[in-house]
């Protein structure tokens, strides 16, 4: 199995940034994938961003296109969510997520295609 936990969140205001860490542990070397989901109280969770373990290639949602950057330390297990000029909208509980399966990246822009879930980290964005 594999575990994965978040940390970095906090309570920010609007336009400052803030860097999220995702460790994984355990099995990890079966990861193919970590992707980053938030959340807000009564919505699904949202795709923010994903990268392929070995490869490094990424991919992001809409929301985190041009401000986030996904990054990972493979030595270290360690992936990263560094998150500028962030807005009030971007207030959610930040999930990380490992995948096992080698897919094609847009693929793991779905929740089921992953494994292994983090409990999340809230990240509060003040206006």
């Known amino acids: 199995q594999v575990q994965v936990a978040e940390n970095g969140g906090g309570l920010v205001q609007a336009g400052d940034s803030l860097r999220l860490a995702c460790v994984a542990s355990?099995?990890?070397?079966?990861?193919?994938?970590m992707g980053w989901f938030r959340q807000t109280p009564g919505n699904e969770r949202e795709f923010v961003a994903a990268?392929?373990?070995?490869?490094?290639?990424?991919i992001y949602g809409d929301s985190a296109e041009g401000r986030f950057i996904i990054s990972r330390d493979n030595g270290e297990h360690t992936m990263y969510l560094e998150m500028n000029r962030l807005k009030f909208e971007d207030t959610g509980v930040y999930y990380c997520?490992?995948?096992?399966?080698?897919?094609?990246?847009?693929?793991?822009?779905?929740?089921?295609?992953?494994?292994?879930w983090g409990q999340g980290t809230q990240v509060t964005v003040s206006s």
């Open positions: 355990g099995r990890a070397f079966i990861i193919s994938t």
């Open positions: 997520a490992a995948g096992r399966t080698q897919l094609t990246m847009s693929f793991y822009t779905a929740a089921h295609w992953y494994n292994f």
């Open positions: 990268i392929n373990w070995s490869s490094g290639e990424t």
